[in-house]
């Protein structure tokens, strides 16, 4: 990989970190998560940078996912160093950025998915823009959401979390501010004129909290207003489906239901991987109970047991590599997936769980 695939830049008290893989949709390589994590520990403890920012080259995206075509092929290869090593190194640099000392402003423009969404979301700003889309598809690969999905989808407002985790949905600006993944919206073109207002305020501030003012101070200033979030229509029908207490009450409900938003609904959890979805239901109600450490914890635990099986893989051949969009899961419907069996998920690793720093 290039030097040029993530630049880093200081000014104006604002250190900028740009994701510059355009042509992969900004797709997140372990090199740049290897980059990214010395520099953002180094602009921490620097009193020259006050905040930072991270975006995205190209109109397209912000950062689309991780890079799990490598994966794939890191599987194929039986490099299990490198399947460990990525998703340890991501998940330590997603909870570097929660944990943050300074500003962290997250200019999602563009398409924000998987990887992506981790890089993003745990900051204490998100920017949404007219080109955002936004979304945690992974249990359509085989796998399940992690970056942080763990913590972050059962704290949103009702049950919007579980909706996104089983069913993959794509959200636009209005919904990314609605559900609280976005805390402003900014126009695209009014993006580079915020960031430099926002250098121009940061000089007065001197402690953390200042910071944090600042920033939001500047962000308010050139917020406006989304439109109606197509969530909003749907909250009742999400709330009352998504609470049921397995994948299959919430079927049942959709199809009481019978709208044709929920006819559809279900029909895109029934077309996910099997084990995935009901891995992801359970761990939107482990999530719901846990701190970010242990949430993180909890998700390496499963990145090594989607590794040692069949579906991630056969989901990114089906949808990424050979692109027949006809994946073969195993087991190949709900009813296959024994509660033994996502249990085992979640137990410890024999190499032992995730540390930090």
């Avoid at 090199?31 to 403890?45: F, G, S, T, Y």
């Avoid at 121009?200 to 406006?224: G, I, N, P, R, S």
Wanted: hydrophobic share 40%; proline share 5%; with cysteine.
């Amino acid at each position: 990989m290039s030097e040029e695939d993530t630049l880093f830049e200081v000014k104006d008290g604002i250190g900028t970190i740009t994701l510059n893989r355009p042509k992969a949709m900004n797709a997140l390589t372990l090199a740049q998560v290897e980059k990214i994590d010395p520099q953002l520990r180094a602009w921490a403890e620097d009193d020259a940078v006050h905040c930072v920012v991270i975006q995205g080259t190209g109109e397209k995206a912000f950062c689309a996912g991780g890079d799990v075509v490598a994966l794939y092929k890191a599987g194929q290869a039986k490099d299990e160093p490198y399947l460990a090593t990525f998703y340890a190194e991501e998940y330590r640099l997603n909870r570097l950025m929660k944990m943050y000392p300074k500003p962290y402003v997250a200019l999602i423009d563009g398409v924000t998915m998987g990887g992506g969404v981790g890089v993003s979301v745990h900051g204490s700003h998100r920017v949404a823009s007219e080109r955002t889309l936004f979304a945690m598809p992974e249990t359509g690969i085989g796998m399940f959401p992690d970056v942080g999905g763990t913590y972050f989808l059962p704290r949103l407002p009702g049950k919007l979390g579980m909706y996104l985790a089983l069913t993959g949905a794509r959200l636009r600006a209005a919904d990314c501010y609605y559900t609280g993944i976005a805390t402003h919206y900014v126009p695209s073109n009014r993006l580079a004129d915020m960031v430099k207002a926002m250098g121009e305020a940061e000089t007065e501030a001197k402690t953390a909290d200042q910071m944090q003012q600042c920033v939001t101070a500047v962000l308010d200033m050139y917020h406006e207003e989304p439109g109606t979030a197509p969530l909003e229509k749907h909250r009742a029908q999400i709330d009352q489906c998504f609470a049921a207490d397995s994948v299959e009450g919430i079927l049942d409900r959709l199809a009481e239901d019978g709208s044709e938003w929920a006819t559809q609904t279900a029909e895109t959890i029934r077309q996910k991987s099997p084990t995935a979805t009901k891995v992801a239901f359970k761990q939107m109600q482990v999530g719901a109970q846990v701190e970010f450490d242990r949430a993180m914890q909890i998700e390496y635990r499963l990145s090594q047991r989607f590794m040692a099986g069949p579906d991630f893989f056969e989901g990114v051949r089906a949808l990424l590599v050979e692109k027949d969009n006809a994946p073969k899961w195993m087991p190949a419907d709900l009813e296959g997936v024994e509660e033994e069996a996502v249990d085992a998920y979640f137990a410890p690793l024999q190499q032992g769980d995730l540390t930090f720093d």
